[in-house]
Nanobody, 125 residues
Framework: QVQLVESGGGLVQAGGSLRLSCAASGRTFSTYAMGWFRQAPGKEREFVATIRWSGGSTSYADSVKGRFTISRDNAKNTVYLQMNSLKPEDTAVYYC??????????????????WGQGTQVTVSS
């Protein structure tokens, strides 16, 4: 069992930065791939970024590539999402997730086993 708690969301102007954190409980954190997803009002939850259990490989949605960076610290049971050059269209609730799927990079909701409660990110124009 893994419990996930996100933090770091807030209100920021376009062009600004935020860093989201996701703290995980459980001794098996380092065995899970971790991902960030987001859901804007009236839209489906979408993939943002993922990182393999070792932290050596990452993948991003095209919409955030070059602006967002996912990282993890297995010693602290924490995964991060550094978000730079934020745009109003990045406004959403951001969720972290832990997954044990077999794909090299987990990009689908169904590949994740555990989810956090979400943190709101609002980017003003």
């Amino acid at each position: 069992q893994v419990q996930l708690v996100e933090s770091g969301g807030g209100l920021v102007q376009a062009g600004g930065s935020l860093r989201l954190s996701c703290a995980a409980s459980g001794r098996t954190f380092s065995t899970y791939a971790m991902g960030w997803f987001r859901q804007a009002p009236g839209k489906e939850r979408e993939f943002v970024a993922t990182i393999r259990w070792s932290g050596g490989s990452t993948s991003y949605a095209d919409s955030v590539k070059g602006r967002f960076t996912i990282s993890r610290d297995n010693a602290k049971n924490t995964v991060y999402l550094q978000m730079n050059s934020l745009k109003p269209e990045d406004t959403a609730v951001y969720y972290c997730a832990a997954g044990s799927g077999s794909s090299w990079h987990l990009k689908r909701l169904g590949e994740y086993d555990y989810w956090g409660q979400g943190t709101q990110v609002t980017v003003s124009s």
